[in-house]
């Protein structure tokens, strides 16, 4: 089955830095790869997502990359804020119609004011 | 996201009981997953659903039940409850483009 592998697994920063997350999976037909927020104590919540047909998608401060021939796809922040301190979870499906989510172990992010 | 509910929201138990889950939505989407959630572990799909009476295992089905006789109800339940089942469930909903949205967590201690 699908394997993700999620690094690094815990990051710190100051506030006004970038952060990047890095993601690698195992299976060349994953075709969808979403990223999800866990404030403490909450539910995680999609923030953003690619799909294999994309190489890059933009929402404001939040970017991700899609490297379909490494098989590996990152979470870039910009302008880091104290509220983006959070546990970011990445995960990946595959094949036509519905798949199930296999998800990485999370990162958690820590922003310094 | 009232559109997800989950009840209860905490439970503690004793080893051997029986305990079930429940989660609702009010959304009508076709799936609806299950997930434990440990440190070190992240999320791991338990079971889910592709419609009522459609159900399938996932990554760590074994000690735990699902039916889905409705299309808003999905419970899960704990036959008999084991330490190792300490944990905190996450239901999700999603449609055909692969998104899922969570509801706000099951918190389960089994003493």
């Known amino acids: 089955g699908e394997n993700v592998e999620q690094h690094p697994s815990t990051l710190s920063v100051q506030e006004g830095d970038s952060a990047v997350i890095k993601c690698t999976y195992s299976d060349s037909a994953s075709n969808y790869f979403p990223w999800y927020k866990q404030e403490l104590g909450k539910r995680p919540q999609l923030i953003i997502d690619i799909r294999s047909n994309v190489g890059e998608k933009k929402d404001q401060r939040i970017a991700v990359t899609l490297n379909k021939t490494a098989k590996h796809f990152s979470l870039h922040i910009t302008e880091t804020q104290p509220e983006d301190s959070a546990v970011y979870f990445c995960a990946a499906s595959k094949g036509s119609g519905y798949s199930t989510l296999t998800f990485g172990k999370g990162t958690m992010l820590l922003v310094s004011p | 996201d009232a559109g997800i509910t989950q009840s209860p929201r905490y439970k503690i138990t004793e080893t051997g009981r029986q305990v079930t889950l429940m989660c609702h939505q009010t959304?009508?989407?076709?799936?609806m997953f299950w997930y434990r959630q440990d440190l070190g572990h992240g999320l791991r799909l338990i079971y889910y659903?592709?419609?009522?009476?459609?159900?399938d295992k996932g990554e760590v089905p074994d000690g735990y039940v699902v039916s889905r006789s409705k299309t808003e109800n999905f419970p899960l339940t704990l036959e008999s409850a084991t330490r190792s089942q300490t944990s905190v469930y996450f239901c999700a909903t999603g449609q055909g483009n692969n998104e899922q949205f969570f509801g706000p967590g099951t918190r389960l201690t089994v003493l």
């Open positions: 959304w009508s989407h076709s799936y």
């Open positions: 659903s592709a419609a009522a009476d459609i159900t």
